[in-house]
């Protein structure tokens, strides 16, 4: 992937008015400070704090520039392994540590590749279970889709860091959030591996801890159903598939879903299950992909562990058979029943 950190100057040259602080542009994102009082929407210091929260594995879910549940969570766990009060409200304190954390700007200059544009897209996804199952592919809806994950952003956050860009054509230069890409290929021997994961149903949240129990990975999560509630107790991770199709069992009897056989669904980033399905040693459970990233931990997933794509990934690339699972905590969902 050609992506690169780039001198605010030379933003300003590939993209008019960047060097206007009071626009909500790159340069506002990479010289931002810390403000007490915070935006509501599209605060440049948030999506700085956002990203320098991802690029150091506390995950806030999507990048979006708002101070939301799943940013004060990952900020919590920052805290509260730096030392700080873990309250999740982001202070001075919890500022210069996570600026301490990393000198690189937290926007980049990115060049919009040809697989970035090419395709195939697919337009429109059917919202039943039932209708997807005749699509061939559950591809992005469009490049701006796909741009926005691959740098853990909301469309709505690309857009406003690159207005006017339409995002279809290779060459063009766009700002981007600079966060870490999981590398799939490395040998199995390299990289950060976790020896447990802790997945608490009352927080939301997934953790992986190294074999010295350090925390190595942290990520907003969507966790169990009414329809099918997540397990408890302790499972392991019994395989890792990548991008997976998904299959339909009628036993689950999933509310909206009318079919009495399986049936199954093509693979693709907009699948059910999204990119990666870390599979668990009890039948239909696992921890997968979302097409659905921003709504992380505000809705439900049926049974098993969702995360966002990229997330995913990330875990994936830490985990291997044979890995336990802890499912701690009742969780809202599971205690109504």
């Not at 392994?81 to 001075?92: A, E, F, S, V, Y």
């Not at 063009?172 to 290929?185: E, G, M, R, S």
């Not at 669904?265 to 921890?287: F, H």
Request: net charge positive.
């Amino acid at each position: 992937m050609r992506l690169h950190v780039v001198a605010i100057a030379a933003f300003a040259i590939l993209h008019p008015g960047l060097a206007d602080a009071a626009k909500f542009d790159a340069g506002a994102v990479n010289t931002a400070g810390f403000n007490a009082k915070v935006a509501k929407r599209l605060d440049p210091a948030l999506v700085k704090a956002q990203i320098l929260l991802d690029r150091v594995g506390y995950s806030p879910g999507e990048i979006d520039g708002h101070d939301g549940d799943n940013f004060a969570k990952a900020l919590a766990a920052f805290q509260a392994d730096h030392g700080l009060p873990g309250n999740g409200i982001l202070d001075q304190a919890s500022w210069d540590s996570l600026v301490g954390s990393n000198s690189e700007p937290a926007i980049t200059d990115y060049e919009i590749a040809k697989s970035d544009v090419k395709g195939p897209f697919r337009k429109r996804i059917p919202a039943k279970l039932e209708a997807m199952a005749h699509l061939r592919t559950l591809a992005y809806r469009n490049a701006t889709e796909g741009l926005a994950e691959k740098f853990h952003m909301s469309p709505d956050l690309l857009k406003a860091l690159n207005p006017g860009e339409r995002f279809k054509a290779s060459g063009h230069h766009i700002a981007a959030a600079a966060v870490p890409q999981p590398d799939l290929k490395q040998p199995k021997s390299e990289g950060v591996k976790a020896a447990r994961l802790e997945v608490d149903k009352d927080k939301l949240t997934v953790r992986a801890f190294d074999a010295t129990g350090k925390l190595v990975g942290f990520f907003p999560a969507s966790v169990g159903s009414e329809d099918k509630p997540a397990p408890s107790g302790t499972l392991l991770v019994d395989a890792v598939n990548f991008k997976p199709s998904y299959t339909y069992n009628p036993k689950y009897k999933f509310k909206g879903v009318r079919a009495t056989k399986p049936f199954t669904i093509a693979a693709g980033p907009n699948n059910p299950v999204g990119v990666v399905w870390i599979g668990l040693n009890e039948e239909g459970y696992g921890i997968h992909g979302t097409p659905d990233p921003g709504n992380i931990s505000k809705r439900y997933s049926h049974g098993c562990v969702r995360l966002t794509n990229w997330d995913a990934l990330m875990l994936a690339s830490m985990v291997s058979k044979g890995v336990p699972v802890d499912f701690i905590g009742n969780g809202p969902l599971q205690a109504e029943k």
